[in-house]
Antibody
Framework: EVQLLESGGGLVQPGGSLRLSCTASGFTFRSFAMSWVRQAPGKGLEFVSI????????YYADPVQGRFTISRDNSKNTLYLQMNSLRADDTAVYYC????????????????WGQGTMVTVSS | DIQMTQSPSSLSASVGDTVTITCRAS??????LNWYQQKPGKAPKLLISVASRLQSGVPSRFSGSGSGTDFSLTISSLQPEDFATYYCQQSYTTRFTFGGGTKVEMK
C-alpha cells in the first residue's frame, strides 16, 4: 500500500525551529518528486516547497523562502522540512505529498497525500 | 506570481444536481490545471490533472475542461459523498498555486 506518514509537528514559540519528517512506503521513493503543502486552520491549501526525486532541485513559496529547507534521504525513503524563524502565520497542518512526476514540471500533480502533522507557533 | 481565483466560494446543491465550479488564472497556464477534493478532517484527493484527465478510480461524473485562463470542474448527478471542498491548482510554474476553494454543501 502506498503510504506517507508525517511526524515532527508540535507547539513551538515564535522564532523557533522545527523539523518535519515524512516516511514513504509502497513505492519507489527516489522516482518521485515530493512536496510539502500546508493548510492553516479553517483556510485553504498553500504550496510550501517541492524537491525532485534524485537530482535534488528545490523550489519554495515566497512566504517560506529563506526560512524553510526541504531535503530528502532516498536511502531512508524519507522527506524532511526544516523550518526556522517560525511565525504565527506558519501555524497549519503540514501535508507530505507525492508528485506524479520525478522532476517538478508542468505535468506535476499531487497524487498521494499523508494524513498531515499539525504545527502550532505560539508563545 | 500566478493567482488562482475560484468561484463561487460556496454553493448549495441537492443530490442529483449538476454543479459547475470555475477557476480563473491571472495569466495563461495553458492546460496545466489540477483539481482536488477535500472532505472535513481528511487530506485532499487528486481528481483531475492537466485540466481534463480523470485520475484512476475517480467516478466519471467528474469532468474538467478549459485552457488558457479559464477552467471548470463539473459534477454530474451529485452524490452524497461529493459534498466537500474543491480546489484548483496550477502547475504551469513551480509555485503550484492553489485556488481558494469551493465548498459544495447540501441544500
Amino acid at each position: 500500500e502506498v503510504q506517507l506518514l508525517e511526524s515532527g509537528g508540535g507547539l513551538v514559540q515564535p522564532g523557533g525551529s522545527l523539523r518535519l519528517s515524512c516516511t514513504a512506503s509502497g513505492f519507489t521513493f527516489r522516482s518521485f518528486a515530493m512536496s510539502w503543502v500546508r493548510q492553516a486552520p479553517g483556510k485553504g491549501l498553500e504550496f510550501v516547497s517541492i524537491i525532485s526525486g534524485s537530482v535534488g532541485s528545490t523550489y519554495y513559496a515566497d512566504p517560506v523562502q529563506g526560512r524553510f529547507t526541504i531535503s530528502r534521504d532516498n536511502s531512508k525513503n524519507t522527506l524532511y522540512l526544516q523550518m526556522n524563524s517560525l511565525r504565527a502565520d506558519d501555524t497549519a497542518v503540514y501535508y507530505c505529498v507525492r508528485d506524479k512526476m520525478a522532476v517538478p514540471s508542468t505535468r506535476s500533480a499531487f497524487d498521494i497525500w499523508g494524513q498531515g502533522t499539525m504545527v502550532t507557533v505560539s508563545s | 506570481d500566478i493567482q488562482m481565483t475560484q468561484s463561487p466560494s460556496s454553493l448549495s446543491a441537492s443530490v442529483g444536481d449538476t454543479v459547475t465550479i470555475t477557476c480563473r488564472a491571472s495569466q495563461t497556464i495553458s492546460g496545466y490545471l489540477n483539481w482536488y477534493q477535500q472532505k472535513p478532517g481528511k487530506a485532499p484527493k487528486l481528481l483531475i490533472s492537466v485540466a481534463s484527465r480523470l485520475q484512476s478510480g475517480v467516478p466519471s461524473r467528474f469532468s474538467g475542461s478549459g485552457s488558457g485562463t479559464d477552467f471548470s470542474l463539473t459534477i454530474s448527478s451529485l452524490q452524497p459523498e461529493d459534498f466537500a471542498t474543491y480546489y484548483c491548482q496550477q502547475s504551469y510554474t513551480t509555485r503550484f498555486t492553489f485556488g481558494g476553494g469551493t465548498k459544495v454543501e447540501m441544500k
